[in-house]
Nanobody
Framework: QVQLVESGGDSVQTGGSLRLSCAAS????????AGWFRQAPGKEREGVAL???????YYADSTEGRFTISRDNTKNTLSLQMNSLKPEDTAMYYC?????????????????????WGQGTQVTVSS
């Protein structure tokens, strides 16, 4: 098992930048597929960016080119650099993880595949 704690959320203006961090503890984090998700009020939770054990990345169409996901397995951290923020990026952001097995590859967008979630960090972008 891993425990996940996000930080870095804040209120910014349109066009601004933020860097979110997720600290993992417990099991060996390098064995876990990871991703960032977000949920706005009244909307379903959606994937923002995913990363494999080896660092391959995947992005939602809405974040491609603006957001960058990265991980440091030596420090057990996951990061999300968010640039050119828009009001529609306003949401609670969550980091999530599931253990890689021979039957479950990384890079999954379905929230049901993720066993471990942080408590979330709020990002608010004002126009």
């Amino acid at each position: 098992q891993v425990q996940l704690v996000e930080s870095g959320g804040d209120s910014v203006q349109t066009g601004g930048s933020l860097r979110l961090s997720c600290a993992a503890s417990g099991d060996r984090y390098s064995d876990y597929c990871a991703g960032w998700f977000r949920q706005a009020p009244g909307k379903e939770r959606e994937g923002v960016a995913l990363i494999t054990l080896g660092g391959n990345t995947y992005y939602a169409d809405s974040t491609e080119g603006r957001f960058t996901i990265s991980r440091d397995n030596t420090k057990n951290t996951l990061s999300l650099q968010m640039n050119s923020l828009k009001p529609e990026d306003t949401a609670m952001y969550y980091c999530a993880a599931y253990r890689r097995t021979p039957w479950t590859a990384c890079g999954r967008w379905n929230t049901d595949d993720y066993n471990y979630w942080g408590q979330g960090t709020q990002v608010t972008v004002s126009s």
